[in-house]
């Protein structure tokens, strides 16, 4: 974005004030002491969206933490530390999204989640499900997450550690 | 960011529209008193004479209410002469009061006097004219403050107080020369100071002086808030009667200029005297204020705040930008103006931030403005040239293009070419055509709001893809 902007992007945010539209731009985080237990990738630990909205559109990316209390480059998941969202939108309050997991026999996976905002700040709860359910999979991961920041907590050059993501 | 920084300087050097304005200086009205007329020109001997009317005081009277009749018109002096005058005078702060009180005292001492209480008469007299005086109850009524100085006279004269008496009757005729007695009515020693002091008066310079002292001709021109004061007398030379004006300026109260003329009551008194009028207007001196003057001005500049959409983009959403602008206008006739404008603006990201990154753009019109203006109002509306450069911008509709920073990994992985439109920086030649109004709350500083519409038509291969940009503009500029 072009520095000349800065000035009157404010009065357009100024303007923008005036009737609120939620936005899921920004880090979303599971929260302390809450864990997600994902037993297709073994992995139990903490879970992160980081997402970036351009009208209905989302681009963005799910992070995998081991159990650590810090949201932390160094406690990012081994196995599968990242991945890329394809398909995202959120509109009416419901993100919906899909990612392909790390693993040999990776499938993809839906992810349904609602924005609502209570006295703690906004959240997202919802689930992450296969597309197409396989026997002995657990077909539902539910959990909740909350908004920890804005743009300026999405650290670029701390992105795209290691995300598989779907080959192109 | 260069550019903005020097519009907002220029917008902050602006100079102000009165300090180009040329101003002139306009006289203030003067006002003016003309007090009542005194005849001097009377001999001793007619002292004790039945009263008889002097046909040339008459005349005088006449032409000088003429003179300050024709010179009122002129519109550059009010006067203030006979019933204005005396309304004036009398209206003044604790007038009645005083002559009420001066009233008594004049009474009790003609009691103190008959009854031959020549000392208490004198006190309550001297306190009389006193009290009278401070109000210059002698320019109202004459005759009234000259019957106290008489009596005051005639009872200094009988107290022995001879040389106060001469005084006092110098006063009296001072104060109304046309004062005439009864021969026999007063004793002879009253008689002879009366002759002494009338033969004293008319020749000596103090005829020429309204009220004795400088500082209470001050007075009465701060009293009564007058700029000057205008003392007219007849005199007589050798066996010419003559018209003397002499005039005199406040604060100070000093004589600042006097002339005569010759009356010998045939028709050129007229023009004499009109002529003597018009050397103490060409004279006197006036006091001036500062008024711009009502010269056309003929060049504006201003500096907006400036507002744009184009309404032909290749995005999902119409392209808003701001920025600022400046415009130069010049009158080549009362009608049109020519207008040359420069804005440069940036581009605002919209909702689907499909313009990766931001542009800025620069435009320079330039053409014939017709305006209809008025006082404060102008309103204007015209065609001109248009050239828009609009710098380079990638358009993109994928969300991992606008997510993942360029040259990353990801943005490899996520963004490929084929999301991706560059536009080059682009030149763009056109009509536009601009309407607006402005507002002068001073002749040199106005209000500006305007709004106006481009049409691109070079380059000519069809290859333009923003068009139809609507500008408005809201500023402020300078007149001069």
């Known amino acids: ?168 | 960011m260069r550019l903005v920084a020097a519009v907002l300087l220029l917008i902050l050097a602006l100079p102000s529209g009165p300090a180009l304005g040329s101003e002139a200086d306009l006289r203030k009205v003067k006002r003016v008193a003309v007090l009542p007329l005194r005849n001097f020109a009377g001999q001793t001997e007619g002292l004790f004479l039945p009263d008889q009317e002097d046909p040339l005081e008459a005349r005088a009277a006449g032409l000088l209410a003429d003179l300050g009749a024709r010179l009122g018109a002129e519109g550059l002096v009010v006067i203030y002469q006979d019933g204005a005058l005396r309304k004036r005078v009398a209206s003044g702060e604790e007038y009645e009061e005083q002559v009420a009180l001066g009233r008594e005292r004049l009474s009790l001492g003609r009691e103190h006097f008959l009854a031959l209480r020549q000392k208490e008469a004198v006190h309550s007299l001297s306190r009389a004219v006193e009290v009278m005086e401070r109000v210059f109850h002698q320019v109202v009524a004459p005759e009234e403050a000259a019957e106290a100085l008489e009596l005051w006279g005639v009872a200094l004269v009988e107290s022995g107080l001879l040389g106060r008496a001469h005084v006092a009757f110098r006063r009296m005729f001072h104060t109304h020369p046309g004062r005439r007695f009864t021969a026999g009515y007063h004793p002879k020693p009253v008689e002879k100071a009366l002759e002494d002091a009338y033969r004293d008066l008319t020749t000596s310079v103090e005829r020429a002086i309204p009220f004795v002292l400088a500082e209470t001709t001050s007075t009465f021109m701060k009293r009564n808030k007058l700029h000057a004061l205008i003392h007219p007398v007849l005199v007589r030379r050798g066996e010419d009667v003559y018209l003397e004006l002499y005039a005199f300026e406040a604060p100070h109260g000093y004589m600042q200029w006097r002339d005569a003329a010759l009356l010998d009551g045939s028709d050129a008194d007229v023009e004499r005297v009109d002529r003597m009028g018009s050397r103490w207007l060409a004279c006197t001196p006036f006091s001036t204020r500062k008024v711009e003057m009502d010269r056309p001005r003929t060049t504006q500049l201003a500096a907006h705040f400036a507002h744009e959409v184009f309404f032909q983009v290749p995005t999902r959403e119409f392209q808003h930008e701001m920025g600022v602008s400046i415009d130069w206008f010049q009158r080549l006739t009362p009608v049109m103006d020519l207008v040359v404008r420069l804005d440069a603006l940036t581009v605002l990201p919209d909702r689907f931030r499909d313009v990766q990154p931001g542009y800025s753009t620069i435009r320079a019109t330039i053409g014939p403005l017709f305006a209809w203006t008025s006082r404060r109002w102008s309103i204007y509306g015209g065609v001109g040239l248009a050239v828009q450069y609009i710098g380079r911008f990638e358009k993109t509709s994928s969300p991992d293009c606008k997510f993942w920073a360029k040259g990353s990994p990801a943005y490899e992985v996520r963004c490929p070419a084929s999301d991706r439109t560059m536009f080059p920086p682009d030149l763009l030649i056109g009509a536009n055509a601009v309407f607006g109004t402005r507002f002068y709350p001073t002749p040199g500083f106005f209000l500006s709001l305007s709004t106006s519409m481009a049409m691109f038509v070079y380059p000519f291969d069809r290859s333009i893809e923003m068009n139809f940009p609507l500008t408005s503009l809201i500023g402020a500029g300078t007149r001069f």
């Not at chain 1, 936005?23 to 073994?42: C, F, I, N, Q, Y």
């Not at chain 1, 991945?83 to 349904?112: H, K, M, Y």
Request: with cysteine; hydrophobic share 40%; net charge negative.
């Open chain 1, 1 to 168: 974005m072009s520095r000349l902007a800065a000035p009157f992007l404010l009065l357009a945010l100024a303007a923008s004030a005036c009737s609120f539209d939620p936005e899921v731009t920004g880090v979303w985080r599971t929260e302390d002491g809450a864990t997600v237990s994902w037993p297709v990738l073994e992995f139990q630990g903490r879970v992160e969206l980081v997402l970036g909205q351009y009208g209905e559109a989302v681009a963005g990316m799910l992070r995998l933490y081991e159990p650590e209390m810090e949201f932390k480059e160094i406690y990012l998941f081994p196995a599968c530390p990242c991945l890329f969202l394809d398909q995202a939108t959120f509109d009416n309050g419901t993100l919906v999204f899909d990612v392909i997991p790390c693993g040999a026999e990776a499938t993809e996976w839906s992810g349904r989640f609602e924005w609502s905002e209570g006295d703690g700040g906004e959240i997202l709860v919802g689930t992450l499900e296969p597309k197409v359910p396989a026997a002995g999979m657990e077909p539902t991961l539910q959990f909740k997450l909350r908004f920890s920041g804005g743009k300026k907590l999405i650290k670029e050059d701390e992105l795209n550690q290691e995300c598989p993501g779907p080959t192109l």
